[in-house]
């Protein structure tokens, strides 16, 4: 007879911040307990070590105390009698991010890797929880969220779940408390938003966007593989992070990204909570159920290692901006838009030019999740360069098959072959698939994008779909790239330009800029000399967060941490920084003066040309039909939504 494992979860002390937790096991199988607390959650490739936060761990039977002996930093081993087992524990649970526990007399949360040990051996059998509310009249009217199924409680009430099993347990975090509560469906699926914490948010606006996204998801897969889905969402000042479940994700947001009544085309900040939506939303198809073999084989003990993270993280933020548009949520010219900040951030990354995008998912867990400040020169984001690399992967595949293919097709492979089967990915088998899907031969691609640090090359693939590209200097601090409304209105805001004055009839739209033009366009419009450094976004003072490799201020010897005091004799602050350099010109020799530690240094450094790491996209007036036609087939997609919507309720 299996043991029946039975958890239950009490907010014991919400001014200490204290779960208490119970597990009890009976009977017992034959032989000591081995019980054990994952070092790390799936989807944030960091050891949290979740045993730390564990307090007064004890056991017991009807007939008294168990002993319970330490074998490492999460594992204990439990003598028993063969009668029932029950143990007990406590969790500090102070951790407002998504990945831990949290709990206040506001708020309760937590993820089931920082609670629930698990039993060797019987990780594979279904378990009960009973969740219960902070004892006390000041939290009657708080509810609970979760996506654990209900075994004896209210929708959104405390009671009694289930699980299938130990992974399936640790896969639904729970949110107790106060919170808007905002439901929707999708194909017929029952899906909600819960909002925690103070808002003002149009939740009609939200309900109608986030229903077509997901809407949009489902029909690339061609299925909606769950009978339930809850966006979790905390409402803060400033948070912004999100974790995927299979039948949930935890979000952290802005306050002000959330629409406001009477919002009209999506503000950047809305741009950003919908594109989180859209990226944790993709997630419940690749990589909860799509997975690297790597994951299915290995525990959560220790770091399980892959080079795959850029297909599942990289694919995944391609895909997330362009649901917003194949959605209808953002136009075309809000994507392009999205789509040039994208390439900006990662041509303002020295180390693309370092690290390649295997090598920075093998070394996720030591290097991308544990950045210092020398990061910028010597890693790139499997994130955002693999972002990049779905980019042309897809609009090579839509070349090369003259329309006939896409990234598309093998995102459906993918889900036939690994996600309805749940057979792992191989290391490299994301680049068979995409070969034997398309007939095409990628391993000129995937060895450039994958296993060197070469740039791609975007322009090309992106002017068969009629849309033009171009890499200038940054104007001031705050400038991302963008879309710029053409190639002539990008080029008018030159004040003077050398062709001639005002009155100079502007250049014909449809001409792409020479790079010629290009050139005499940074010169015109007097970019910032670099100084090779980036400053510390926060506090008062010019503290150097960043020096890039080869720079002036690697040359001149300043450091991260220096905090800058004057330029040829002037006061430097955080904001007055670009000005003095815009002063001193291009090529000049400056005069340092910068604290290191407590001690006053000077030095000198000399300007360098500012870097042309901006990127501008903009629609080719002049392209020809068969390029607007491709374009549309790549950023459109509704049509395929709705049959598949239609198929799905058939
Ligand atoms: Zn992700």
Redo the contacts with the bound molecule.
Sequence with gaps: MNPTLDYRVQPLSPEAHVFAVELRISPPPAGDLILTLPAWIPGSYLIRNFARHLIRLLAGDPEGDLPLEKRDKQTWTLAHRGLPVAIRWQVYAWDVSVRGAFLDDRRGYFNGPALFLGVRGLEGLPCRVEIQPPQGPAYADWRLATSLRPLAAEPFGFGTYQADDYEDLIDHPVEMGIFSLIPFHVLGVPHWLTLTGRHRADEARLQADLSRICTTQAALFGELPLDRYLFMAQVTADGYGGL?HRFSTSLLCAREELPALGMGQPTPGYQRFLGLCS??YF?LWHVKRIRPRAFLEQGLEREVHTRLLWVF?GI?SYYDDLALVRSGCIDEAAYLGLLAEAITRVLRTPGRLVQTLAESSFDAWTKFYQPDENSPNTLVSYYAKGALVALALDLTIRRDTAGTRSLDDVMRALWERHGRTGVGLEERGFEALAMAVTGLDLGDFFHQALDSTEDLDLAPLLAEMGIGLRLRAARHGKDFGGLAPSATEAASETPVDAEGGPGVPARSQSQSPSPADVQRQAQAEAPTPSLGLRLKPEGNEPVIATVFTGGPAQAAGLAPGDILVALDGLRISRDNLDKLLLAAGEGAEVEIHAFRRDEIQVRRARLAPAPLDTCELWLLADAPPQAQTRRAAWLGGQDRAVSVADAAKG
């Design positions: 995927e990226h944790e997630h993280e995944t």
